[in-house]
């Protein structure tokens, strides 16, 4: 049984910083590819960023430049740091197993004043 546990959501201030985790237990973590993913209230879900097992990035074009991927695979984890966040990045945040379809159960970002 594959699990996705998130952690590192909550409210934050224009301009802030979050870090996003997601642990990851029941699958061979080191040869996913992993990816994070975001839908906002009355939104479709998005593809925020993914990483390869190598550590190829790929980036939505409204987050390149403020957001990071990065992956532990000691630890079974991947990461998503969030700089100079926006009123619009807030959304629920999703991990999401791309090499097996498996999605976390989400947290909750919001940036507001």
């Known amino acids: 049984q594959v699990e996705l546990v998130e952690s590192g959501g909550g409210l934050v201030q224009p301009g802030g910083s979050l870090r996003l985790s997601c642990a990851a237990s029941?699958?061979?973590?080191?040869?996913?590819?992993m990816a994070w993913y975001r839908q906002a209230p009355g939104k479709q879900r998005e593809l925020v960023a993914a990483?390869?097992?190598?550590?190829?990035?790929n980036y939505a074009d409204s987050v390149k430049g403020r957001f990071t991927i990065s992956r532990d695979n000691a630890k079974n984890t991947v990461y998503l740091q969030m700089n100079s966040l926006h009123p619009e990045d807030t959304a629920v945040y999703y991990c999401?197993?791309?090499?097996?379809?498996?999605w976390g159960q989400g947290t909750q970002v919001t940036v507001s004043s």
């Open positions: 990483i390869t097992s190598g550590g190829y990035r």
């Open positions: 999401h197993d791309l090499s097996n379809g498996y």
């Open positions: 029941g699958s061979i973590f080191s040869i996913n590819v």
